[in-house]
């Protein structure tokens, strides 16, 4: 089994920065595209960064430019870096990564169970 833990959530200020960070634990081959979603009440859960195992990262228009997201392939750890936050940011953020539990054909789609990012203006 394999399992994805987010940490750093939080309360802050608007202009502030949080930094997340989402490790992957249990029976990894090897994992591809790690990413970060967020879902805010009432709306639906949209794409905030995206990264590939070499380091390729793509970015909601929304955040580029204010967030980074970044991996530790050896700490099988995804990062996302949220600079100048606004209350828009206000949401649950998911990690997820594709992950190879045994070889290349063993693939499953995993998401944490979310951290709360609470931005006040």
């Known amino acids: 089994q394999v399992q994805l833990v987010e940490s750093g959530g939080g309360l802050v200020q608007a202009g502030g920065s949080l930094r997340l960070s989402c490790a992957a634990s249990?029976?990894?081959?090897?994992?591809?595209?790690m990413g970060w979603y967020r879902q805010a009440p009432g709306k639906q859960r949209g794409l905030v960064a995206r990264?590939?195992?070499?380091?390729?990262?793509n970015y909601a228009d929304s955040v580029k430019g204010r967030f980074t997201i970044s991996r530790d392939n050896a700490k099988n750890t995804v990062y996302l870096q949220m600079n100048s936050l606004k209350p828009e940011d206000t949401a649950v953020y998911y990690c997820?990564?594709?992950?190879?539990?045994?070889?290349?054909?063993?693939?499953?789609?995993?998401w944490g169970q979310g951290t709360q990012v609470t931005v006040s203006s």
């Open positions: 997820n990564a594709e992950i190879y539990t045994g070889t290349w054909s063993t693939r499953v789609d995993t």
């Open positions: 990264i590939t195992r070499d380091g390729r990262t």
């Open positions: 249990g029976s990894i081959f090897s994992i591809n595209d």
